[in-house]
């Protein structure tokens, strides 16, 4: 069965407002963003891949518009988002500053990678889905993500001082 895009909208715009919400953290924000969501849709409603769930194909928009809405504001914004359950814990601020280097560094795809398996806890054959990549493909990928995020985060060695 086919969808209009009015039967799209309708189907699942509380889906996507949900999505929207629980990223931007503001009620404005996600129903302004919902409202960008779909006009991408409709624009690539051509291309749209049939084998795909309509929700996947949206919920893949929606994630990518609110990750780059919040780039575009601030990395601490972003960094508030993506770990919103540690949203308590207090890291120290040579932490918080490492995360937000971290963070500001990563492409739009990787800030996706990161979002999908760390803050959604995606499986990888669900976020082949969603990305429409191979799940060969996401595990490479999150396997270089992995490391190169280890590798920025490793503690930098400070040299003893020397006692005088």
């Known amino acids: 069965m086919a969808l209009g895009v009015g039967e799209l909208f309708e189907r699942y715009h509380g889906v996507v407002y949900r999505r929207c919400l629980g990223l931007l953290r503001n009620e404005a924000d996600a129903a302004e963003a919902v ?6 849709a409709l624009a690539g409603f ?8 309509p929700l996947t194909w949206l919920y893949a928009i929606a994630t990518r518009h ?9 990395t601490r914004e972003l960094k508030h988002a993506l770990f919103a359950d540690a949203a308590d814990v207090a890291p120290d601020l ?4 490492d995360l937000e280097r971290v963070l500001g560094a990563l492409s739009l795809e990787e800030l996706e990678l990161v979002t999908h398996a760390f803050r ?15 799940r060969k493909t996401v595990g490479k990928k999150l396997k270089r993500l992995t490391d190169k995020l280890q590798l ?11 006692a005088g």
């Not at 609110?66 to 601030?74: A, E």
């Not at 040579?94 to 500053?97: E, H, I, P, Q």
């Not at 959604?120 to 191979?134: H, K, N, P």
Request: hydrophobic residues 40%.
């Open 35 to 40: 409202q960008e969501v779909f006009v991408a």
């Open 46 to 53: 051509g291309r749209f891949r049939l084998h795909a769930a």
């Open 66 to 74: 609110c990750l780059q809405h919040l780039r575009n504001r601030s």
């Open 94 to 97: 040579v932490s918080r500053a």
């Open 120 to 134: 959604d806890g995606l499986t990888q054959d669900e976020i082949s889905a969603v990305t429409r990549q191979s």
């Open 152 to 162: 920025s985060l490793a503690p930098v060695e400070v040299p003893a001082r020397i």
